[in-house]
């Protein structure tokens, strides 16, 4: 799924456009034992719990495709002739309306997901009259899908709390509240606005003790791909490597304004940004020698550390690949953030031998929420 179809489900997920009749949950302890499933049917709910309940499912529909959702698709072997796909089909075709699947869902979950908190494992299934884009009064498909979301649950804290019986407030708890999701999934895909029963969308906010990788695997036989962190983390290793010492602050500076230049321009046109732009290893390549200034044998070295990061045929999302809106310089104690405008306000330069990073700051300075006078004569700043 691209982020304009992950969106249109998105857009749908809320209590006034649920064809849901009831929300399925199970609640489960860090040690894996099942406290009680429940069922809460949708005309119950009142706006709060409604906005609270889908709230949560529209999180696990997030556009950050490679940051936090992933698109997993199952090869045909596995969807032809495996159990797991035959299940996720046997719940899909029970409208999840059958507590039997539900319950080995439960357990193929708790199975899979290790948290060192309770959590609570919600389900919703939902049909949608997909609109013709040329006459929205026409309907292409229906389009039957379920969502699911894993959640932590913490006790919340004591508050002194009204007691309507004694007109008073007490010290009280509230008790156990759910968190946004650490996991959740849909199947099947909206791929191109239609139903794709080879693919399903996974969401991650993070992969506490591998629980998303066995969860991907366990149920749609697929490898979990690199998240954008582990991404970047590559990328960096790989420029350290192409250029050592040699990479200075504007190499970088110009790398992130080319890719970010070629990311806005992909995104203005309403044709291509169906799909995400990904650049290959010779894309890549031809900025940094073309516009970065990278010599031949720095070119070898990027090649060369690229192939065994990624392989050679790895295609890359500019975003993935460094953060494109912002820039951030640190060191092991400091740490500055700036808009992409303003990267120009900040220079490495050596001073008496000590390297120094200088930030300018023509339009005042503050030092927590207090100005900070100038001095005359070239000393910035009174201590």
Same mark, same amino acid.
């Given at each position: 799924? +691209?982020?304009? &179809? ?74 032809? +002739? ?5 299940? #996720? ?22 199975? +899979? ?22 006459? &929205?009064? #026409? ?55 239609? @139903? ?54 504007? @190499? ?8 970010? @230049? ?8 309403? &044709? ?7 650049? +290959? ?85 503050? #030092? ?10 070239? @000393?910035?700043?009174?201590?």
């Amino acid at each position: 799924m +691209n982020k304009k &179809e992950i969106s249109e489900i998105r857009r749908r997920t809320n209590p006034s456009k649920t064809t849901a009749s009831a929300i399925f949950g199970c609640y489960v302890t860090a040690s894996g034992e099942q406290i009680s499933s429940f069922s809460v049917p949708t005309l119950d709910m009142d706006d709060q719990e409604g906005k609270q309940y889908f709230g949560i499912f529209k999180k696990i529909l997030a556009p950050q495709l490679g940051s936090k959702s992933f698109n997993l698709d199952m090869d045909v072997n596995f969807v032809a +002739n495996s159990e797991a796909h035959k299940f #996720l089909m046997a719940l899909r075709k029970s409208r999840m309306k059958d507590g039997g699947l539900r319950s080995r869902l439960y357990e193929k979950i708790i199975d +899979n997901v290790h948290m060192e908190q309770n959590y609570l494992i919600l389900i919703d299934f939902e049909t949608y009259d997909v609109p013709n884009k040329k006459d &929205e009064e #026409l309907s292409d498909e229906v389009f039957s899908y379920f969502l699911v979301a894993i959640c932590p649950v913490k006790q919340s804290k004591d508050e002194l709390s009204y007691i309507t019986s004694s007109k008073d407030f007490h010290n009280k708890s509230n008790g156990y509240v759910s968190c946004s999701p650490l996991y959740g999934f849909m199947f099947p895909s909206f791929n191109d606005r239609a @139903t794709d029963i080879n693919s399903a969308l996974f969401y991650a906010a993070k992969n506490e003790n591998g629980s998303a990788d066995r969860l991907a695997k366990a149920l749609f036989g697929s490898e979990l791909p690199a998240g954008e962190e582990s991404t970047r983390t590559k990328f960096s290793d790989v420029m350290r490597t192409a250029l050592g010492d040699e990479c200075g602050m504007e @190499t970088v500076r110009q790398l992130q304004r080319e890719l970010a @230049t070629i990311e806005e321009a992909y995104e203005s046109d309403p &044709e291509a940004r169906v799909e995400p732009l990904k650049l +290959n290893k010779t894309d890549i390549t031809q900025i940094l020698e073309q516009k970065c200034g990278m010599e031949k044998h720095q070119s070898e070295a990027f090649s060369a550390a690229y192939d065994e990061a990624f392989g050679s045929d790895t295609e890359l999302e500019p975003q993935s690949v460094m953060e494109l809106v912002k820039y951030k310089v640190s060191t092991p104690n400091v740490s500055i953030n700036l808009k992409r405008e303003a990267a120009g306000d900040v220079q490495m330069r050596t001073i008496d031998g000590i390297p120094y990073i200088l930030v300018r700051a023509d339009d005042g300075v503050e #030092l927590n929420g207090i100005p900070l006078d100038r001095i005359p004569g070239g @000393t910035e700043f009174s201590d």
